[in-house]
């Protein structure tokens, strides 16, 4: 079991930057893909960014060069730094831990933090 929190959300302006950062509780932490996706307003959640435990990490396509995930399993956190930031990237972020043991799949989230990019 895993509970996961996030926070770092808040109202920007284009251009600015924000940090947002996924604490973890339980145990096996490093044993697990930690993503970070997002949901607009009638839209669907999609795939931001993803760490995979062994040290791989994917972007959307939106977010290259822009965004960047790391993970200190010290810290058993998961942050997200979003440079650059655009309106479309107004959402609420979610934090995702993801793993597949023998077969059965694990996926914990947390609630969501809301990011607002707005002039």
């Known amino acids: 079991q895993v509970q996961l929190v996030e926070s770092g959300g808040g109202l920007v302006q284009p251009g600015e930057s924000l940090r947002l950062s996924c604490s973890a509780s339980?145990?096996?932490?490093?044993?697990?893909?930690m993503g970070w996706y997002r949901q607009a307003p009638g839209k669907q959640r999609e795939l931001v960014a993803a760490v995979i435990s062994g040290g791989g990490t994917n972007y959307a396509d939106s977010v290259k060069g822009r965004f960047t995930i790391s993970q200190d399993n010290a810290k058993k956190t998961v942050y997200l730094q979003m440079n650059s930031l655009k309106p479309e990237d107004t959402a609420v972020y979610y934090c995702?831990?993801?793993?597949?043991?023998?077969?059965?799949?694990?996926?914990?989230w947390g609630q969501g933090t809301q990011v607002t990019v707005s002039p």
């Open positions: 339980g145990s096996r932490f490093s044993l697990y893909d």
């Open positions: 995702n831990a993801h793993r597949v043991l023998f077969g059965v799949t694990n996926d914990y």
